[in-house]
């Protein structure tokens, strides 16, 4: 069974940083792709961060580039989103994704995480 | 980027009725286009990929269609499980795109 496990969120003052962390189980996890999808409270979807499967390329939103840094351990099957700088429209609940299709870069996230919240305010 | 819009945003049907769903992109995905669904205080659900292509576990009362830059997600007749927010989202560019998304209430 897929399972994806996001911890790390919490309150945190405009400028600050925290590191968002995402354990997963149950599948290769060099072999898919995986993202990071927000949701601010109310709204909608926003795709945050990827890797697209085995490529170490790494890609980002155009509202968080510069900002936030995407990373993997392979060797603990852990996804990271490191972000700094943080604004008040970062807050949101943060969703560890995976691809749907093993070897391909396609975004089809057929498994999420329950998220972690992150708020910034001061 | 492309972008994305759903309509209607809030949808009022009464169970058993049919409820129709619609996407539309600013530019051609091709069929490279996935819906989701979502509950108050849950993740988001994948139910189709390709356009039409139901996920593991999916309803035969859920059909999706369209290619392109118009998608329709219909729900033949409305459970009481099926009271959510719908999203659609393009895949076929990186990155991926969400529309706004669309409430389904009860009537």
């Known amino acids: 069974e897929v399972q994806l496990l996001e911890s790390g969120g919490g309150l945190v003052q405009p400028g600050g940083s925290l590191r968002l962390s995402c354990a997963t189980s149950g599948f290769t996890f060099s072999s898919y792709a995986l993202s990071w999808v927000r949701q601010a409270p109310g709204k909608g979807l926003e795709w945050v961060s990827g890797?697209?499967?085995?490529?170490?390329?790494?890609f980002y939103a155009a509202s968080v580039k510069g900002r936030f840094t995407i990373s993997r351990d392979i060797s603990i099957n852990t996804l990271y989103l490191q972000m700094n700088s943080l604004r008040d429209d970062d807050t949101a609940v943060y969703y560890c994704?995976?691809?749907?299709?093993?070897?391909?870069?396609?975004?089809?996230?057929?498994?999420w995480g329950q998220g972690t919240l992150v708020t910034v305010s001061s | 980027e492309i972008v994305m819009t759903q309509s209607p945003a809030t949808l009022s049907v009464s169970p058993g009725e049919r409820a129709t769903l619609s996407c539309r992109a600013s530019?051609?995905?091709?069929?490279?286009l996935a819906w989701y669904q979502q509950k108050p205080g849950q993740p988001p659900r994948l139910l189709f990929h390709?356009?039409?292509t139901r996920a593991t576990g999916i309803a035969a009362r859920f059909s999706g269609s369209g290619s392109g830059t118009e998608f329709t997600l219909t729900i033949s007749s409305l459970q009481s499980e099926d009271f959510a927010v719908y999203y659609c989202q393009q895949y076929n560019n990186w990155p991926a795109t969400f529309g706004g998304g669309t409430k389904v209430e009860i009537k």
């Open positions: 994704t995976k691809g749907l299709n093993s070897g391909s870069s396609s975004q089809i996230f057929d498994s």
């Open positions: 890797f697209p499967s085995r490529s170490g390329n790494t």
């Open positions: 390709g356009a039409s």
């Open positions: 530019q051609s995905v091709s069929s490279n």
